[in-house]
């Protein structure tokens, strides 16, 4: 039975997933010390695992920031390159069940990318996102696992680090409450817990990527963003995006697969021939 394969293939990271008859067959994700290695270990792996055949795979479509190192079969596989955005837009929309949104991916840094129907297209993005996060955490925790950063974080207080509105005035102010940021790192001090640092460049991050969505939105009467990336992992993100959501009227949604959405949305292309 045949099945279209794609990846997205990062610098040390690949997920690799399988599209047949319009269903998601077991997303996986691979890491190594390269793209090449990445993909090859993927795709390797991925066949194995599910007990697929090469004849079995009509098409195998790259997409993502490695996949300019590959420009050949693999394992004699016919291979095609679809667009990174687009493959965001697909997969999240696929993911998401929605038709009009703003995708955001959270990956190094962040893209969005706004979706109206088949109208999908890049509207900008920032420097700031799971690169950022793993150098300060390197620089300030001396550590860029996130896993780590993350369980620390757990054990942080936002209010050692973050100054909130509550403290500057004493009633709340219009559109924000007493609990909101008023200041990102505005009370860290020099002998600041690592939990504490944890919790706060979580925080900044995640707060920095939601208010940029939001500005990102105006004028376009879109309130729907679709999350997707390896940020969206982060159990921070279950209540930094609802108290957003709660702010300012709009709705943030991690779909399921979340990480996987842009090699879903590269299979997808495929079959619809926008590769």
């Given amino acids: 039975m045949n099945i279209a394969i794609g990846i997205d293939v990062g610098i040390s990271t690949t997920k690799i997933v399988g599209l047949r008859d319009g269903k998601i067959v077991s997303p996986l994700r691979i890491r190594a010390t390269d793209p090449v290695t990445s993909l090859y270990g993927a795709f390797g792996k991925y066949l194995h695992d599910n007990k697929i055949e090469l004849g079995d795979v009509e098409r ?27 493959a965001n837009g697909l997969g999240a929309r696929y993911e998401s069940k929605l038709d009009r949104m703003i995708v955001v991916s959270m990956g190094t840094g962040t893209s969005l990318v706004m979706c109206d129907g ?9 420097g700031i996102g799971g690169g950022t996060l793993n150098g300060l955490s390197r620089l300030l ?4 696992d996130i896993i780590q950063v993350s369980s620390m974080a757990m054990r942080g ?24 940021t008023a200041s990102l790192f505005g009370n860290a001090a020099a002998n600041t817990a690592k939990e504490d640092i944890a ?3 979580i925080c900044m991050v995640l707060q920095t990527v939601g208010s940029a969505t939001i500005l990102s939105s105006l004028n376009s009467g879109i309130k729907d963003f679709v999350l ?3 940020l969206t992992l982060l159990p921070q993100c279950k209540y930094v995006f609802p108290m957003m959501e709660k702010l300012y009227g709009v709705r943030f949604l991690i779909p399921k697969n979340s990480e996987y959405c842009t090699a879903i949305g590269a299979a997808l292309s495929y079959q619809k021939g926008n590769y």
Avoid: C, M, W
């Fill in 60 to 86: 195998v479509i790259l997409t993502g920031v490695g996949s300019d190192y590959v420009d050949k079969a693999l394992y004699g596989v016919p291979t095609e390159k679809a667009q990174e955005f687009l």
């Fill in 118 to 126: 088949d109208d999908i297209r890049h509207i900008g993005g920032i």
């Fill in 141 to 144: 925790l001396n550590t860029d």
């Fill in 157 to 180: 207080d936002i209010k050692k680090v973050n100054v909130l509105i509550g403290e500057i005035s004493a009633h709340p102010l219009p559109g924000l409450p007493l609990d909101a």
């Fill in 199 to 201: 919790l706060g460049l």
């Fill in 228 to 230: 997707i990336g390896n």
